[in-house]
């Protein structure tokens, strides 16, 4: 068995995705949590889906939730902080 997936993400991509996982919201409603426009929500969305190679945002969740995924924060000029964060339902 191999360990879990690494993913560095945005402190934004995060979150995004920890709101992605609170009760399976649509974009709109993260959208409106974040204060974002529901086009940038699909943004971060597609770059999580596309650095962490699950094919759709279900996926996704459920390898968070199984502990398959681990979540590496990076700063915007896409240096990773030292310390890692488990994103938790």
Not at 10 to 27: A, F, H, K, M
Not at 68 to 85: A, E, S, T, W, Y
Request: charged share 30%.
């Amino acid at each position: 068995m191999t360990g879990p997936r690494i993913l560095r993400l945005t402190p934004r991509e995060i979150d995004v995705l920890n709101e992605l996982c609170l009760d399976g919201p649509t974009n709109g409603d993260i959208a409106e949590r974040l204060d974002l426009e529901e086009n940038t929500v699909k943004s971060h969305l597609k770059a999580i889906l596309r650095k962490s190679c699950y094919r759709n945002r279900t996926e996704l969740v459920v390898a968070i939730l199984r502990g398959r995924c681990r979540i590496v924060p990076q700063d915007r000029r896409g240096q990773h902080f030292r310390n890692d964060l488990q994103v938790s339902a």
